[in-house]
């Protein structure tokens, strides 16, 4: 059973920068693209961004280009999304997800939360 685990979420101000990580726990698992997704209350799940595994192409919602990075970390099959300037329209729980084979998000993580206070 693939397990992503997501850490990094916390309160920060507006303007401030957070980190978030997560780690497949599956070593051998496939990806084909790793991504992070988030959920505001009372909001649908939104795409947020991600990237291709082979090659390294990254995506970003409009809402976050040129604020948000996301970044392969240093150990297998772990990701980073760097969030600068931060406001509170960003408040959500944060979601790692990867895509094995295709364009489908097939494994989910349980969420961290990410508070801007104004």
């Known amino acids: 059973q693939v397990q992503l685990v997501e850490s990094g979420g916390g309160l920060v101000q507006a303007g401030g920068s957070l980190r978030l990580s997560c780690a497949a726990s599956?070593?051998?698992?496939?990806?084909?693209?790793m991504g992070w997704f988030r959920q505001a209350p009372g909001k649908e799940r939104e795409f947020v961004a991600a990237?291709?595994?082979?090659?390294?192409?990254?995506y970003y919602a409009g809402s976050v280009k040129g604020r948000f990075t996301i970044a392969r970390g240093n150990a297998k099959n772990t990701v980073y999304l760097q969030m600068n300037s931060l406001n509170p329209e960003d408040t959500a729980v944060y979601y790692c997800?990867?895509?094995?084979?295709?364009?489908?998000?097939?494994?989910w993580g349980q969420g961290t939360q990410v508070t801007v206070s104004s």
């Open positions: 990237m291709r595994w082979s090659g390294g192409t990254t």
């Open positions: 599956e070593r051998t698992l496939t990806m084909y693209k």
């Open positions: 997800a990867v895509a094995s084979l295709g364009n489908t998000y097939d494994y």
